[in-house]
């Protein structure tokens, strides 16, 4: 969760096994990718990368409530200590099949 700490605004959202970044929040800036320990931020532009695109755009977007308008994962904008499981993840392939949609605390 260090990437979550330097960026400057604050464009990441928590799911429960997940981080994603909103596509039009993010300025671009590259600050937060070489604080990945797992390689797992690329820039937008690298082929390849458009299922994962559109599910960052997705679960970061905000959509209508009958009453309000709510994220489907909430901002988070201060690091949390990693997942227990976190060191398990590292290099496993075909990780989207493992993809959840609940929403992170936050």
């Given at each position: 969760?260090?990437?979550?700490?330097?960026?400057?605004?604050?464009?990441?959202?928590?799911?429960?096994?997940?981080?994603?970044?909103?596509?039009?929040?993010?300025?671009?800036?590259?600050?937060?990718?070489?604080?990945?320990?797992?390689?797992?931020?690329?820039?937008?532009?690298?082929?390849?990368?458009?299922?994962?695109?559109?599910?960052?755009?997705?679960?970061?977007?905000?959509?209508?409530?009958?009453?309000?308008?709510?994220?489907?994962?909430?901002?988070?904008?201060?690091?949390?200590?990693?997942?227990?499981?976190?060191?398990?993840?590292?290099g496993?392939p075909?990780?989207?099949?493992?993809?959840?949609?609940?929403?992170?605390?936050?």
């Amino acid at each position: 969760m260090d990437c979550v700490e330097v960026c400057p605004v604050d464009c990441f959202y928590e799911g429960e096994n997940m981080l994603v970044i909103h596509p039009d929040e993010c300025i671009d800036c590259g600050v937060c990718e070489p604080e990945c320990p797992v390689d797992a931020i690329k820039a937008d532009s690298e082929p390849g990368l458009e299922k994962w695109l559109s599910l960052n755009a997705e679960y970061a977007r905000i959509w209508p409530n009958i009453a309000e308008y709510a994220r489907i994962w909430p901002n988070i904008t201060v690091k949390k200590a990693p997942p227990p499981d976190s060191k398990e993840w590292e290099g496993k392939p075909d990780k989207l099949q493992y993809f959840s949609p609940n929403p992170g605390a936050g």
